[in-house]
């Protein structure tokens, strides 16, 4: 399986910006399609962004959807969230995620807060 570690997490104000990191090790980066997850205190993990194998296609939820991007350099073997425009309900656990027909793994998360 591959291991997944998110950093990049912290603590930001309002209208402020986070870019967040996903490094993977264990198996070919670049086989997965990669996400980004979230779940805020007392509510269900949500979909955030995904970027497929080679990093061409990409889709967002729309509550992020023109202040977040997601990329990825699999030469690294790492996935990015640059967040820009930071709102308090941006505040959650965020999660990475990589998916293929064999597999589906996650990583340990990194908290984001965002205070107004």
């Known amino acids: 399986q591959v291991q997944l570690v998110e950093s990049g997490g912290g603590l930001v104000q309002a209208g402020g910006s986070l870019r967040l990191s996903c490094a993977a090790s264990?198996?070919?980066?670049?086989?997965?399609?990669m996400g980004w997850f979230r779940q805020a205190p007392g509510k269900e993990r949500e979909f955030v962004a995904r970027?497929?194998?080679?990093?061409?296609?990409?889709y967002y939820a729309d509550s992020v959807k023109g202040r977040f991007t997601i990329s990825r350099d699999n030469a690294k073997n790492t996935m990015y969230l640059q967040m820009n425009s930071l709102k308090p309900e941006d505040t959650a656990v965020y999660y990475c995620?990589?998916?293929?027909?064999?597999?589906?793994?996650w990583g340990q998360g990194t908290q984001v807060t965002v205070s107004s």
């Open positions: 995620n990589a998916y293929s027909l064999r597999e589906d793994s």
């Open positions: 264990g198996r070919t980066f670049s086989s997965y399609r």
């Open positions: 970027i497929s194998w080679s990093g061409g296609n990409t």
